[in-house]
């Protein structure tokens, strides 16, 4: 009997061929419909080659080249990327009045339409309830409100922490990402889950099955762009994602047992909510469901959150000017306080300014999540077939000059007296994505940004090390993925403000 590789390898040749037939007839029938335009297309590779720059890179050289709005093959399927406002605008109306499905990662999404809100296809109903459970229980004014106290303990412990590595080289990502881990446990399940520390012990548990989820996710995955290998698994990333999920459920089951049984023992009388757990329980939750949708809060609310950090004070330490009026404008409207409240952050705009100015030049997605279209439609008078996937790319737009002035230098000073905000309504800056697939937790991820960085720009001098003083020389370089993050480490030393 042939093992299953041996096996594998009699079968690619043939399944080659057939992908190599299915893509030349698709071309030849394409020919002469107007398609959105775009690069010579390779037969079976399409353009996949040329995604190892990073895909935003990429798609924004096509659009200097193409336009706004243009189409590039990726294996069997058509993308077609919007890179204006206009096109955005284009985009979001055949969204509007066309069936379509969110296209996602093969890899361990088998069976999650009914249990997931990031990776569901499409709008079902259930969907629509965890949407609006996250908005009202998580992400609206109150829960945002009744959450503070825990945001502000966990970054004073933060700040505890730096000031005990004062004069050490730290890595600002993995303490923020520590931080953000610690801050969800607690409104999820009343409890920290990583060490601010780094510790062997630390390789295993929900720390790791976070990164690997990440790592994952940004590995290319033939199945995505061959639907013929999808039933294969060649690269066994179904497996490896499954495992990963696994690894970050068996940190918390133990949690949801103890927390059903006291529920249980409370049938009939009042039981306070302490947390979101409680909340998913008293909504008749399965532990599958519990745990899907918590991996997705803490996937999504971690790795961005400590990007963007990574990213502003990287900017602020090149750019001497800004971070000078951001610590003035904290001494200023703070004085003397150390701990920093959420109340004090509406007191500070230009704070707000280099948010967005970081959001701008380093969105934590640089590509939307594709929709794909179900009916063939006109965009921007192009034909664009079914099944065409749409992208936006915001990265693209937040470094084109006809939108902003020296789109490639951090000026903070633009969002200064400026309405343009990251809510999804101004389509040159969308941080946050657009309509209904905006991330329902930006409300949440900007509090946090804005209360940690003015914690660490408030308590400390930042220094890099070596001595460097060309600021210049700092590898400003993105390692592209789900989230775009800084190729290199952002290493630092921290100097307690007397």
């Known amino acids: 009997m042939l093992s299953d590789h ?8 043939l399944l080659a061929l057939i992908i190599a037939v299915r893509t030349i007839t698709k071309a030849t029938s394409q020919r002469g419909q107007n398609l959105p335009p775009g690069p010579y297309s390779w037969p079976v590779l399409g353009n996949l080659p040329y995604m190892l720059k990073g895909p935003h890179v990429y798609f924004t050289e096509l659009a200097r080249l193409y ?30 009045r066309l069936p379509t499905y969110r296209w996602v990662p093969k890899a361990g999404q088998d069976g999650l339409q009914d ?4 990776w569901a296809t499409e709008c079902t109903d259930h969907w629509k309830l965890l949407r609006s459970l996250c908005r009202t229980e998580l992400f609206s004014a109150k829960g945002l409100d009744s959450q503070s106290v825990l945001r502000e303990k966990n970054v004073d412990k933060m700040v505890d922490f730096f000031k005990t590595k004062q004069g050490k080289v730290v890595n600002i990502r993995e ?22 520390e780094d510790d062997e012990k630390e390789s295993r548990g ?42 970050a459920f068996s940190v918390w089951e133990h949690v949801i047992k103890e927390t059903r049984e006291r529920w249980e023992s409370n049938k009939g009388s009042d039981l306070d909510e302490d947390d979101f757990l409680d909340t998913m329980i008293r909504c008749g939750f399965s532990d599958l469901q519990i745990n899907q949708l918590t991996v997705e ?7 961005s959150t400590a990007s963007t950090i990574e990213w502003a004070l990287a900017e ?15 001494k200023k409207e703070i004085g003397s306080t150390t701990s920093i409240k959420e109340s004090h952050v509406s007191q500070l705009p230009y704070l707000h300014a280099c948010v967005k100015e970081t959001l701008r030049l380093h969105p934590p997605a640089p590509l939307l999540h594709p929709q794909a279209i179900l009916e063939g439609c006109k965009i921007m008078n192009y034909n664009v077939p079914k099944n065409s996937q749409l992208i936006i790319n915001v990265w693209a737009m937040g470094r084109d000059p006809t939108l902003w002035e020296d789109p490639l230098l951090f000026k903070p000073e633009r969002f200064c007296n400026s309405n343009v905000d990251f809510k999804g309504q101004d389509f040159k800056f969308l941080p946050f994505g657009v309509g209904r697939r905006m991330c329902p937790g930006y409300p949440y991820a900007i509090k946090q940004i804005h209360l940690m960085l003015a914690s660490l720009v408030r308590n ?18 993105e390692n592209f993925g789900i989230i775009s993050q800084r190729k290199k480490p952002l290493m630092v030393i921290p100097k307690c403000k007397s």
């Not at 041996?6 to 040749?13: I, K, S, Y």
Request: aromatic share 10%; charged share 20%; hydrophobic share 45%.
């Open 67 to 96: 336009g706004p709005l243009c189409s590039v093959k990726l294996g069997t399927h058509l993308f077609v990327m919007g890179s204006s406002p206009t096109a955005v605008t284009e985009i979001m109306r055949a969204h509007e």
């Open 297 to 303: 809060l803490f996937s999504g609310g971690t790795h």
């Open 316 to 330: 602020l330490i090149k750019n001497k000017e800004a971070m000078f009026t951001i610590q003035k404008e904290l």
């Open 115 to 118: 249990y997931s809100l990031i």
């Open 175 to 196: 303490v923020v990402f520590a931080t953000t881990v610690n801050i969800l446990g607690n409104i999820c399940f009343s409890k920290d889950f990583v060490a601010l």
């Open 6 to 13: 041996l096996f594998l390898v009699l079968l690619l040749p």
């Open 460 to 477: 400390f001098d930042w220094s890099l090390p070596n001595n460097m003083e060309d600021l210049s020389k700092l590898d400003m370089t």
């Open 206 to 247: 929900l720390k790791r099955a976070l990164y690997r989820l990440m790592k994952l996710g940004t590995t290319p995955n033939v199945a995505d762009f061959y639907p013929i290998f999808e039933g294969l698994d060649p690269q066994g990333l179904k497996k490896k994602t499954s495992d990963a999920m696994n690894e």
